[in-house]
T-cell receptor
Framework: GQQLNQSPQSMFIQEGEDVSMNCTSS?????WLWYKQDPGEGPVLLIA?????ELTSNGRLTAQFGITRKDSFLNISASIPSDVGIYFC????????????FGGGTRVLVKP | DAGVIQSPRHEVTEMGQEVTLRCKPI?????LFWYRQTMMRGLELLIY????????DSGMPEDRFSAKMPNASFSTLKIQPSEPRDSAVYFC?????????????FGPGTRLLVL
C-alpha cells in the first residue's frame, strides 16, 4: 500500500532553535496535511496544502508542498517548549477514495 | 463548536467482553472516520461514513469489529468479543465535504486496554 516516510523519526530541540522535518512518498499526492499530536490527545490539524509549490504559514509554522508532488516539508521557527509532540504528515493517495494515509510521525523532544 | 466528542476516554475490559466506543461528530460534518493508533502500526483507517452511509470498511480487522452511524450526530464502533491485541487508541475524525473532506478533525480518542 501507499506509504509516507517521515524524517527524522525523532529530534531534540532547544528553545529558540528552528526545526525542520519532511515527508516523502513514492507516488503523487494532491493534498498534504500536517498534524500535531500532544500526549493523550488526538491529532490537531496544523496546515493543509493543496497546490504543488504552495508555501503556507501558520504562526511560527511553515509548510511547503513539494513541486514533484511527492514530498512536503514542515518548519518550526524559534521553537518553544510547547512545540514538543508528534508531528504527522498525511495525504490522500490517488485513487484511494476519501482515505488519508499517515506518515509514521516525527517525535519532537526537548533537549535535557 | 464543541469539536468531535468521544466516549469513553478510557476503557479497561477483559478478553471476551463487548466494547462499544462512541463518537459525536462536529455539527454539519458529513464525513466520519474511525481510526486505530498503535505504536507498531501507527494510525490506521478502519472505516468511514459519508452522510451516515458506510463507504469503505476495508480497514476493519475482522468480523469482531462493527461500526454504525444511525444518524448524523452519532456513531459507534463495537468490538465483540474483544481480544488483548485490540488494545489501542481509537480515534473518530470528521470532515465537511463542502470545505474539504481531507481536512479531518480528530476527537480526543478512546484508550482501550483489553486484559
Amino acid at each position: 500500500g501507499q506509504q509516507l516516510n517521515q524524517s527524522p523519526q525523532s529530534m531534540f530541540i532547544q528553545e529558540g532553535e528552528d526545526v525542520s522535518m519532511n515527508c516523502t512518498s513514492s507516488s503523487i499526492f494532491n493534498t498534504w496535511l500536517w498534524y500535531k499530536q500532544d500526549p493523550g490527545e488526538g491529532p490537531v490539524l496544523l496546515i493543509a496544502l493543496y497546490k504543488a509549490g504552495e508555501l503556507t504559514s501558520n504562526g511560527r509554522l511553515t509548510a511547503q508542498f513539494g513541486i514533484t508532488r511527492k514530498d512536503s516539508f514542515l518548519n518550526i521557527s524559534a521553537s518553544i517548549p510547547s512545540d514538543v509532540g508528534i508531528y504527522f504528515c498525511a495525504g490522500p493517495p490517488k485513487a484511494a477514495g476519501n482515505k488519508l494515509t499517515f506518515g509514521g510521525g516525527t517525535r519532537v523532544l526537548v533537549k535535557p | 463548536d464543541a469539536g468531535v466528542i468521544q466516549s469513553p476516554r478510557h476503557e479497561v475490559t477483559e478478553m471476551g467482553q463487548e466494547v462499544t466506543l462512541r463518537c459525536k461528530p462536529i455539527s454539519g460534518h458529513d464525513y466520519l472516520f474511525w481510526y486505530r493508533q498503535t505504536m507498531m502500526r501507527g494510525l490506521e483507517l478502519l472505516i468511514y461514513f459519508n452522510n451516515n452511509v458506510p463507504i469503505d470498511d476495508s480497514g476493519m480487522p475482522e468480523d469482531r469489529f462493527s461500526a454504525k452511524m444511525p444518524n448524523a450526530s452519532f456513531s459507534t464502533l463495537k468490538i465483540q468479543p474483544s481480544e488483548p491485541r485490540d488494545s489501542a487508541v481509537y480515534f473518530c475524525a470528521t470532515s465537511d465535504r463542502g470545505r474539504s473532506w481531507e481536512t479531518q478533525y480528530f476527537g480526543p480518542g478512546t484508550r482501550l486496554l483489553v486484559l
